[in-house]
């Protein structure tokens, strides 16, 4: 038999029911409009027409994210955990901007307030399947940092030796008059972004900049493709550590909560590496 506690933990963590499901998209809604808000009241005609408006649905908007992060505290498995985890810090600062706005007179409209406003856009990586799906990918950009790294630091190399090639090209006749500003006009080509503010205007110095205009879609191509692969890995990863705990069937989409082949709950089993096999433990969202 089930407790209060450990129901309301499966209904909020655990969405399965309709029920929790529409409770999520019901959150996720509020979320959206309020980022609505944000961006329309930043607009003085719409501020000044519709500000009574604005302010009640904030207000809907801020008594629900309390009551919810409230029931989120109260099912948590451990509390204090939940409350210092990222989601738990999001949580509780997304019902701050109200509050604040009147012990303090006048920062309703506050730039700070704003900011901890947009902040609320990070509670729909806590909900439903973006909270797994949002997992997978955390965990492939982590383990794409070390190679990114490695690339970046080799394009300041090549930013620094480009910039410091077209100021001996150019020099100051050409706007070229510093290495700094000719690194500037180096990751602003490589980069595709070309502002033109500063360009070359000799043949050796345009020969050169054509050379780094096709230079640039690698600094694209290469980061994009490094963290595709590892997003590739980590999926089929996760996929073969979806394990069916009553027909033990193997292979499910990385967001399948339900066993294909029985309808059973999907459970998160065992990484079959090269080594043996390795126990992986998926803790609760509100653990994490």
């Not at 969405?15 to 959150?27: C, E, M, S």
């Not at 990114?148 to 190399?157: H, L, R, Y």
């Not at 550590?241 to 009553?246: D, M």
């Not at 709950?265 to 990484?271: D, I, R, S």
């Amino acid at each position: 038999m089930q407790t209060t506690r450990e129901r309301l933990h499966e209904f909020l963590y655990q969405p399965q029911t309709r029920a929790a499901r529409a409770f999520d998209l019901f959150v996720i809604a509020l979320v959206l409009a309020s980022m609505v808000m944000v961006v329309l009241e930043s607009v003085p005609e719409l501020q000044a027409a519709h500000g009574p408006v604005f302010e009640r649905i904030e207000w809907v908007v801020t008594l629900a994210f309390t009551a919810e992060y409230l029931l989120r505290l109260y099912a948590a498995p451990v509390r204090l955990r939940y409350a210092l985890s990222f989601f738990g810090i999001i949580d509780l600062v997304s019902t701050l901007p109200l509050y604040l706005a009147l012990f303090v007179p006048g920062a309703a409209s506050g730039v700070v307030l704003r900011g901890l406003r947009l902040l609320r856009l990070f509670r729909l990586f806590g909900h439903g399947r973006w909270a797994d799906q949002g997992g997978l990918l955390v965990h492939a950009i982590k383990a794409s940092v070390p190679k990114v790294v490695v690339f970046v630091s080799a394009v300041t190399i090549i930013a620094v030796i480009l910039g410091t090639t077209m100021y001996l090209v150019e020099g100051p006749e050409g706007g070229f008059d510093t290495i700094p500003k000719g690194m500037y006009w180096a990751i602003s080509t490589l980069t595709t972004v070309g502002y033109g503010d500063v360009v070359p205007t000799s043949i050796p110095g345009r020969m050169l900049a054509s050379l780094v205009m096709v230079l640039g879609y690698g600094v694209i191509a290469v980061p994009v493709g490094i963290v595709s692969s590892d997003i590739a890995q980590t999926v089929e990863a996760y996929r073969k550590r979806l394990v069916c705990g009553s027909c033990e069937a193997r292979g499910h989409a990385a967001d399948s909560r339900f066993c294909r082949r029985c309808g059973a709950p999907l459970t998160v089993g065992e990484a079959l590496t090269s080594s043996g096999s390795v126990p992986v433990v998926k803790l609760p969202p509100g653990d994490v």
